[in-house]
């Protein structure tokens, strides 16, 4: 029976497992319900990207499950061209619609770092032939993500500095306050299209210096206030 009384139908294979992330001072869990991108968000990316203006933020999706924290993440198949890029990740704790920048910073829990993997090669396929980003953005384990840290106790980071290294040289580095967008205007922006739900994840842009990874890679990033996130980019898939 479900919580109003009705019957529940008989599955027809088990259901999938939640995705958590840990929350940093508690032993509560964070459950994910949705992944939401926001692309081109510092002003220096958007050059290395071939963008000079101050366009409006657009949007792309990963799924929940993509989320992962293990320590060694599977190297994806079907790309010759694997990408880091570190963002700020804010976690949703309550949601809506039309919310205005004044208030979207209310609806926030927590903030994370996170990395969005990307198979640049497939994202310039796709762009060359108009096609949506999915096989480039949206595969298995392209979305490491670290504990969250509540904003009841960091505030909101909107000037805090975020950097990425692999095998300890620097990669990326810039600030939250480097963002075209600000967290509350692309919360806000994000409600006009979707309601937002507790549980949502807001990937908010990278800064520049996206590069390629190669299998062995050991990654580290973070934001400052934030916290870290390491991991291992494992061995290729055999051909």
């Not at 993509?66 to 309550?94: F, K, Q, Y």
């Not at 904003?151 to 990425?164: E, F, N, Q, T, Y």
Request: charged letters at 20%; proline letters at 8%.
């Amino acid at each position: 029976m479900t919580e109003s009384g009705e019957s529940r139908p008989a599955l027809l294979f088990e259901e999938p497992p939640g995705v958590y992330l840990g929350v940093q001072g508690s032993d509560a869990a964070f459950p994910v319900h949705r992944i939401y991108c926001v692309g081109r968000n510092y002003r220096e990316h958007a050059r290395e990207m071939g963008e000079s203006t101050r366009e409006p933020p657009f949007f792309f999706s990963k799924p929940r499950d993509a989320v992962c924290t293990e320590n060694i993440i599977p190297w994806p198949a079907m790309t010759d061209d694997l990408h880091h890029e570190v963002e700020l990740v804010v976690a949703m704790g309550s949601g809506g619609v039309n919310l205005s920048p004044e208030t979207a910073l209310s609806a926030v829990f927590g903030y994370a770092v996170g990395v969005d993997l990307t198979r640049r090669d497939l994202q310039a396929e796709a762009k060359e032939q108009g096609r949506p980003w999915t096989t480039a953005k949206a595969f298995d384990h392209s979305a490491p993500v670290s504990s969250i840290n509540p904003a009841a106790k960091i505030g909101h980071p909107d000037a805090s500095a975020i950097r990425l290294s692999v095998n300890g040289q620097q990669r990326q580095q810039g600030a939250t306050s480097d963002m075209t967008w600000s967290v509350a205007e692309i919360i806000a922006e994000l409600s006009r299209y979707f309601e937002l739900k507790p549980g949502d994840l807001v990937f908010t842009g990278t800064p520049s210096g996206v590069a390629a990874l190669q299998p062995g890679d050991r990654v580290k990033a973070a934001v400052d206030t934030v916290g870290e996130l390491n991991f291992e980019m494992g061995a290729a898939p055999a051909d």
